[in-house]
Structure formats: C-alpha cells, structure tokens
C-alpha cells in the first residue's frame, strides 16, 4: 500500500519560512519523480517544485528563488523548503509521485500566510 504523509504546514507571517516534509512508503522511492503542489480557495491546483529520480528540479516561476525541493533517498521523504512566504502561497500542499503514468497523493497540508 501506498502513503505519503506530508507535514510541516502551518500559520506563518508573511516574509516568514517554512519546512514542508513529505514520507513515502509502498514504493521504490528512489525510482520516482516527486513534487509539490498547491491548491488555494477557488482556484485550480497548480504544481509548485518537482523534482526527478535523477535529482532535476523544477519550480513554478511564482515560487523559484524563495522555495526549493529535496530529497533524501535513505530517508525516503522530499522536503519543500519556502522561504520569503507571501499571502498569495497560502494553499493546501500536497505531495505528489510520479513514475510511467502511475500517480499518488498525500492528503495534503495547510499552509496559511498572514499579511
């Protein structure tokens, strides 16, 4: 079976940090390509930093030069570390893997950014 367990949301001022954690477990880790998407109020969801088996990255450009994605393969967990945050990342995170077609989801976290 497989999960993945997204933590570290929360409430933060704006210009604040924070430290999402995704951990995967059911699949061969290493082998996927992991992400982070958002979902604000009545808006679609959108990806915010993928990152590759081969350790590529990319990031929305709403985001590049304050967020950056990782992971740690011994640990199996991808982490999205946001920095600068503003109102407009407030959103629910959700950690997202990616192989051949086959996709799974975490059930998401809260981010909310104060003004």
């Known amino acids: 079976q497989v999960q993945l367990v997204e933590s570290g949301g929360g409430l933060v001022q704006a210009g604040g940090s924070l430290r999402l954690s995704c951990a995967a477990s059911?699949?061969?880790?290493?082998?996927?390509?992991m992400g982070w998407y958002r979902q604000a109020p009545g808006k679609q969801r959108e990806l915010v930093a993928a990152i590759t088996s081969g350790r590529s990255t990319n990031y929305a450009d709403s985001v590049k030069g304050r967020f950056t994605i990782s992971r740690d393969i011994a640990k199996n967990t991808v982490f999205l570390q946001m920095n600068s945050l503003k109102p407009e990342d407030t959103a629910v995170y959700s950690c997202?893997?990616?192989?051949?077609?086959?996709?799974?989801w975490g059930q998401g976290t809260q981010v909310t950014v104060s003004s």
């Open positions: 997202n893997a990616e192989r051949w077609g086959s996709f799974y």
């Open positions: 059911g699949i061969i880790f290493s082998l996927y390509t």
